[in-house]
């Protein structure tokens, strides 16, 4: 049973309760219940540390009519919106000095006697439990507050803890932290009100880091002793207001955002430790929004994007839900937000993952998403690229192919890797893979993009003889690693026939960089981009909690060149979900714009830089760059004879001053000059009558040394 029963669950409990108490007698001092006396204030009480111990469970465990009197340092009444009881903790001159044992404890009682507030000096008895591996007192059958107050100091909690289970030591308490704290995970903030915070940084998944096995899982560990989970005093679903999300400055928070001291109390609940505050909290903006993407250098700009399933329905506003879009009304937000993104990024060619599986045309999912693009897009229309077999395999999403024919025109046929195309390749767990070579129009370069997505790691692979074997690689990681080794094989034979170019492999691997299948690419000779251009912090994915690189961009090393740059736009994986297109999240957390448009960053290559704009790229240009001019200048002198550009890229006047520069002294300079013109002359690149004008700025050149 999911431990998101526990409101259910709680209710049941709660019901018990009601039906022990109708023998409720009232008391000046409280409330007390038929049963063992609850005892006057300061009489013998059980001390929390007994309860607690130093185990896992309660060494009182079952134990009824425990009496303990203690200090309240956190309420969180109401049921089942709050937690439904309130933590009280011994005062610091009863506790046993055990740093194993913890001096707080959960008083569950379903709001039937809780009035009391924090610094409140109670006396309560009820029956030690554990509820999910949370040690408390329930069926609550007596209570009083006692005067005067007590006093519970803080724990001083620092991250790193030792090891995961130090937590249990506080168990119940007022703990405060005193350091940098930084949100690295909000998967869980629309529906339960929590956040992931860790120390100082934020966490990384071990694979996008480290090699798999002993390191990766090392890397695990060390991430589990660095984060706790920030809560919001509530087992509420869909919490209205979304705590903790306005950030100073009125930012929405984002990842990367931190905390410098945090002070609440320990809970444990759905499997994990947890702190509800019992103070303020807000985040610092330190994860600035981009607004705009990252710029790359190139003439032929090229986006990767996982667009986390673009389902369009039947086409013609039926067919729903999807497993995207549940409606009409969501697919219009979806659609917009996907659209203002890719307007944005202003690609060349986009490589798309997660479309709906049903082709190119028109009322396809990718032909829609191509029309809704077009119409923002004035005066450069996109085109899909449309495989001969319609579908790409049997599975409910594909990868597609979208260009602008004004900056890329395709050559030759696309081309599929399935199993027909390859043995190895299992089409019942990968995408089928999508090639087309295209030739950027600036400067006649060709490219062979290759769109990817290869098995998740969410479903097992057990039937494949491809379990997880535990050394952070997931499931089905062998089957992505015949993926990539397939690929390597189909693309290495050419698969668009008649026409070879370099390669770009892009798309969702459903891998970290250090995995065995990015490595078996990287063996065939291929390049990282964004490890290259961007670091070991380009990541495009969070998952429960850490960041990390599911999205690629892998080049071929003749390619490599030619790239002017790779990078993430991380529009994504930092914003909260609540500002999706989904209905259900708060309306005014919607707009039609970047954020938050899928749950993957998109990746932007930029191929072929022409720096100087004279229709060679950077790499093939011996002047790259050259300021393209209409007569030869010198300095401010100008001949007014017609410029002209040579096969290496380099002008008249890039080579008279490389001649210039070689020969300081002014007659040397002059016999030099004079004999190249002759030359250009005779083959005809220099009119006669222009000869003597170049000369004459060649002469001005350096004058005075």
């Known amino acids: 049973m999911s431990e998101r029963c526990i409101p259910f669950l709680r209710s049941i409990a709660l019901h018990s309760s009601l039906l022990a108490s109708c023998a409720a007698l009232s008391t000046a001092g409280g409330i007390a219940f038929a049963g063992e006396p609850l005892g006057d204030c300061g009489a013998s009480a059980t001390r929390i540390h007994e309860i607690q111990g130093s185990g896992r469970s309660s060494p009182l465990l079952g134990r009824r009519d425990v009496v303990v009197e203690a200090v309240v340092v956190g309420t969180f009444p109401g049921f089942p919106i709050g937690l439904g009881g309130f933590f009280v903790q011994e005062e610091d001159s009863d506790s046993d000095g055990d740093p194993t044992t913890s001096e707080g404890l959960f008083v569950f009682d379903g709001g039937l006697g809780?009035?009391?507030?924090?610094?409140?000096?109670?006396?309560?008895?009820?029956?030690?439990?554990?509820?999910?591996g949370l040690t408390e007192l329930a069926q609550v059958s007596g209570s009083a507050v006692c005067s005067p107050a007590g006093s519970a100091s803080a724990a001083q909690v620092r991250l790193p803890v030792p090891d995961p289970k130090h937590w249990e030591r506080w168990e119940g308490m007022r703990v405060r932290l005193?350091?940098?704290?930084?949100?690295?995970?909000?998967?869980?903030?629309?529906?339960?009100?929590?956040?992931?915070?860790?120390?100082n940084d934020r966490l990384w998944q071990p694979t996008h880091r480290t090699s798999p096995g002993a390191a990766a899982l090392e890397w695990a560990e060390r991430n589990a002793r660095h984060r706790i989970l920030l809560d919001d005093g509530s087992d509420a679903r869909d919490p209205e207001p979304i705590p903790h999300i306005?950030?100073?400055?009125?930012?929405?928070?984002?990842?990367?955002?931190?905390?410098?001291?945090?002070?609440?109390?320990?809970?444990?609940?759905?499997?994990?430790?947890?702190?509800?505050?019992?103070?303020?909290?807000?985040?610092?903006?330190?994860?600035v929004r981009p607004e705009a993407p990252p710029t790359v250098r190139g003439t032929l700009r090229v986006v990767a994007w996982n667009l986390a399933n673009y389902f369009n329905g039947d086409g013609r506003g039926g067919g729903f839900p999807t497993r995207g879009a549940r409606n009409a009304a969501e697919l219009e937000r979806q659609r917009a937000k996907l659209?203002?993104?890719?307007?944005?990024?202003?690609?060349?060619?986009?490589?798309?993952?997660?479309?709906?599986?049903?082709?190119?045309?028109?009322?396809?999912?990718?032909?829609?998403?191509?029309?809704?693009l077009n119409e923002r897009t004035h005066g450069a229309p996109y085109a899909a690229i449309e495989p001969s077999s319609g579908e790409l395999g049997e599975q409910a999403i594909a990868v597609g192919l979208l260009y602008r024919p004004s900056a890329a025109a395709p050559l030759g046929d696309p081309a599929i890797l399935d199993a027909h195309a390859h043995p190895n390749f299992d089409a019942g767990r990968n995408r089928p893979s999508l090639a087309q070579i295209f030739e950027a129009q600036a400067t006649g370069e060709r490219v062979t993009v290759v769109v990817n997505h290869f098995k998740s790691k969410g479903s097992p692979c057990d039937g494949a003889g491809d379990p997880d074997l535990g050394d952070g690689q997931g499931d089905?990681?062998?089957?992505?690693?015949?993926?990539?080794?397939?690929?390597?094989?189909?693309?290495?034979?050419?698969?668009?026939?008649?026409?070879?170019?370099?390669?770009?492999?892009?798309?969702d691997l459903n891998a970290y960089p250090q995995e065995d299948p990015v490595r078996a690419i990287e063996a065939a000779g291929f390049v990282d981009l964004l490890a290259w251009f961007a670091g070991p912090d380009?990541?495009?994915?969070?998952?429960?909690?850490t960041a990390g690189r599911l999205d690629h961009a892998l080049a071929s090393a003749d390619l490599l060149p030619e790239v002017g740059g790779a990078v993430v736009w991380h529009t994504n994986s930092?914003?909260?979900?609540?500002?999706?297109?989904?209905?259900?999240?708060?309306?005014?957390?919607?707009?039609?714009d970047p954020f938050r448009a899928s749950d993957h960053d998109p990746v932007l290559v930029g191929l072929f830089p022409d720096g100087d704009g004279d229709g060679?790229?950077?790499?093939?240009?011996?002047?790259?760059?050259s300021a393209i001019a209409a007569t030869v200048t010198l300095a401010d002198c100008d001949s007014g004879a017609p410029e002209r550009l040579d096969a290496s890229g380099c002008t008249l006047t890039d080579q008279l001053l490389a001649i210039s520069a070689a020969r300081p002294p002014r007659s040397g300079r002059m016999r030099e000059a004079g004999a190249w013109l002759a030359k250009r002359v005779d083959e005809g690149t220099v009119a006669r009558r222009d000869r003597g004008d170049i000369l004459a700025c060649v002469a001005r050149l350096g004058r005075g040394q």
């Open 538 to 545: 380009a990541h495009t994915f969070v998952f429960d909690g």
């Open 246 to 287: 306005d950030v100073a400055g009125g930012r929405t928070l984002r990842l990367g955002d931190s905390l410098n001291e945090l002070e609440g109390v320990l809970d444990f609940a759905f499997g994990h430790f947890r702190i509800h505050p019992t103070e303020p909290v807000r985040f610092e903006p330190v994860s």
């Open 574 to 592: 930092d914003e909260p979900r609540l500002l999706d297109y989904r209905l259900g999240n708060p309306p005014e957390g919607y707009a039609p």
């Open 178 to 199: 005193e350091q940098r704290l930084v949100a690295t995970g909000h998967h869980g903030l629309a529906r339960f009100g929590e956040i992931v915070v860790a120390a």
């Open 114 to 132: 809780s009035a009391f507030a924090v610094g409140d000096r109670v006396r309560i008895r009820g029956s030690v439990s554990e509820f999910f």
């Open 476 to 507: 089905c990681n062998a089957t992505r690693r015949r993926a990539a080794s397939a690929l390597i094989d189909w693309l290495g034979a050419g698969p668009v026939r008649g026409v070879v170019a370099p390669i770009l492999i892009l798309g």
């Open 339 to 372: 659209v203002a993104t890719l307007v944005r990024m202003d690609p060349d060619v986009a490589a798309l993952v997660e479309l709906e599986n049903d082709g190119a045309g028109p009322a396809s999912a990718l032909g829609e998403l191509v029309q809704a």
């Open 616 to 625: 060679l790229t950077d790499a093939r240009d011996a002047c790259p760059s």
